[in-house]
Nanobody
């Protein structure tokens, strides 16, 4: 059974940085795709960063620890949300989610 566990959330001031971690119970290179999503109160879950994402948010991997990272820079109050890690197999299709980690950005 695949499990994803996010960590690293917390309170940060606007303009600051934070790095989130997503540790998988299997090798992260077995997945066809991994990405980070977020969901703010009252809003739909949205994609934050995938492999091709550039800008304030970028992802990286560490194979030794089976961990996917999300580096978040120049944070804004509107970045406040619960951040989720997602991993997918394509054929057959399966999608896995972690339970999320809360990021709060104060102004």
């Amino acid at each position: 059974q695949v499990q994803l566990v996010e960590s690293g959330g917390g309170l940060v001031q606007a303009g600051g940085s934070l790095r989130l971690s997503c540790t998988a119970s299997v090798s992260i290179f077995t997945f066809n795709a991994m990405a980070w999503y977020r969901q703010a109160p009252g809003k739909q879950r949205e994609l934050v960063a995938g492999d091709s994402t550039k800008g304030r948010f970028t992802i990286s991997r560490d194979s030794a620890s089976n961990t996917l990272y999300l580096q978040m820079n120049s944070l804004k109050p509107e970045d406040t949300a619960v951040y989720y890690c997602n991993a997918q197999f394509i054929n057959p299709y399966k999608s896995y989610w972690g339970k999320g980690t809360l990021v709060t950005v104060s102004s």
